[in-house]
């Protein structure tokens, strides 16, 4: 039997909880040839170079309330990047970003294929518009290689 993986599979895990309201993730990898070629060479010769990670991933803003407890996966993200003034009197200083690990799967069934790999936040948008759910878009920069992976 042939298994294809949709969107329906994806679940996205924020520092090893599971985000709700995921619509989508994605994640790039790009590697710069090294040059190798030699005067005496007739043609241009490379090898691998450095690998780069960087990706980004979509969430519904929401309030979800069990008891006492609010969660909100846009939220805890959004605000490990945007972060207020320490003092209201000193507008040029916040406390620093944090980084993200981040499990970028698909399941199906009791097969779970993941790469899990750790970010720094490079942007965070929250857009909303007339009949639409507010959201939050976030972009990231992988920093190493990936922690596990698992395709």
């Known amino acids: 039997m042939t298994t294809f993986y949709s969107g329906q599979n994806g679940r996205l895990q924020i520092d090893g909880t599971t985000a709700a309201k995921v619509t989508n993730w994605s994640l790039r990898v790009s590697q710069s040839p090294l040059a190798t070629t ?34 909100n996966s846009a939220k805890t993200l959004v605000e490990k990047l945007i972060k207020a003034r320490g003092d209201a009197s000193v507008p040029g200083q916040a406390a ?45 920069q992988v920093t190493g290689a990936p922690r596990t992976v698992s395709l």
Request: proline letters at 1%.
């Open 38 to 71: 030699v005067l005496s060479d007739t043609d241009s010769t490379y090898i691998n170079g450095i690998r780069s990670s960087s990706g980004s991933c979509r969430l519904y803003y929401y309030d979800d309330t069990s008891g006492t407890d609010r969660t």
């Open 96 to 140: 620093d970003p944090e980084n993200v690990t981040f499990r970028l799967q698909a399941v199906e069934g009791n097969v779970t294929r993941q790469i899990e790999v750790e970010a720094l936040l490079t942007g965070a948008s929250l857009s909303m518009g007339v009949g639409e759910v507010m959201a939050a878009d976030v972009q990231f």
